[in-house]
């Protein structure tokens, strides 16, 4: 069987308690069956035991927006996966250009975070991509190899093979202004022969994403690129109603 497309809701620091509600009553009365997509929504941390509650009975996956190396202690502001785990986390956003621009993440903290998911049993979402300035200097398929190797740093293939990593170009996110088909194509065959170097016995089954600016206008034309596993969703899946037709139209393409 075809595995089913990823299609991942980054909430980013939206969505009080109330707004989750009401997101989720319109969300659960518009969406029909869905056999062919996995839906992962990732909260902010304040709002994940709530979701829990809401998404039981569905098969909506519940993900958190980081996670720490340490098990415990004093580490103000951080969140540890038995933490996540015990608000039924299955799924962690690691490495998002947000985190490595505005608070200091590196390759090597992605690393470190990505290990601690990895033995915790989360499934990472790591995530990559360049800058307007390297993909300028032509430089992105050299910053996405680097990001990879150094973000997998140590971790063994069996493991590389149960994680998800999603292609977020920082241009594209956010800004209105998403990444041309082929660029997308390129960056995600690039990626997949990096999986490979890294040690994936079967790079060709690892979801890859594609993220930035997304949007239920857009989706058709991703949906052609054979390369694209699925989306992580900022801004359009803050609207119920956007977030379904992605995912309908999703599911219309794969049954066609
Ligand atoms: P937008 O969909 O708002 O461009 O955000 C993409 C993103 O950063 C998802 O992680």
């Known amino acids: 069987m075809k595995s089913q497309y ?12 109330e707004e989750c509600e009401e997101f989720l009553d319109k969300f659960k009365n518009l969406l029909l069956d869905i056999p062919e997509s996995k839906v992962i929504f990732c909260p902010p941390f304040s709002a994940l035991f709530t979701m829990n509650v809401l998404l039981e009975g569905t098969s909506y996956v519940l993900g958190a927006q980081n996670v720490y190396w340490e098990d415990k202690g004093a580490f103000t502001g ?8 015990s608000c039924n986390v299955s799924h962690v956003i ?6 490595r621009q505005l608070f200091g993440e590196t390759n090597e903290t992605v690393n470190k975070r990505t290990m601690k998911a990895l033995s ?3 499934t990472p979402i790591m995530c990559i991509g360049e800058t307007i300035e390297q993909r300028n200097n032509d430089e992105t398929l050299a910053i996405l190899r680097e990001q990879l190797m150094v973000g997998l740093n140590e971790i063994n293939s069996e ?4 994680m998800i990593f999603a292609y977020e170009p920082v241009w594209a996110i956010g800004t209105g202004e998403r990444a041309e088909p082929n660029q997308i194509a390129e960056a995600h065959h690039a ?4 999986l490979t170097d ?19 206008n857009n989706v058709k034309e991703l949906l052609k690129i054979k390369e694209v596993n699925g989306y992580l969703i900022g801004g359009a899946s803050l609207d119920a109603k956007e977030f379904v037709s992605i995912i309908h139209q999703t599911e219309n393409h794969i049954k066609e």
């Open 94 to 99: 690691i490495g998002h250009s947000e985190r």
């Open 191 to 194: 990626i997949r022969n990096v």
């Open 120 to 122: 915790s049993g989360l």
């Open 198 to 216: 890294a040690g994936a016995t079967d790079a060709a089954s690892i979801p890859i994403l594609y993220g930035g600016s997304v949007n239920g």
């Open 6 to 17: 990823v299609i991942a809701a980054n909430w980013k620091m939206n969505m009080t308690l």
């Open 78 to 85: 951080e969140v540890s996966a038995e933490m996540l785990i």
């Open 159 to 162: 493991n590389i093979n149960k």
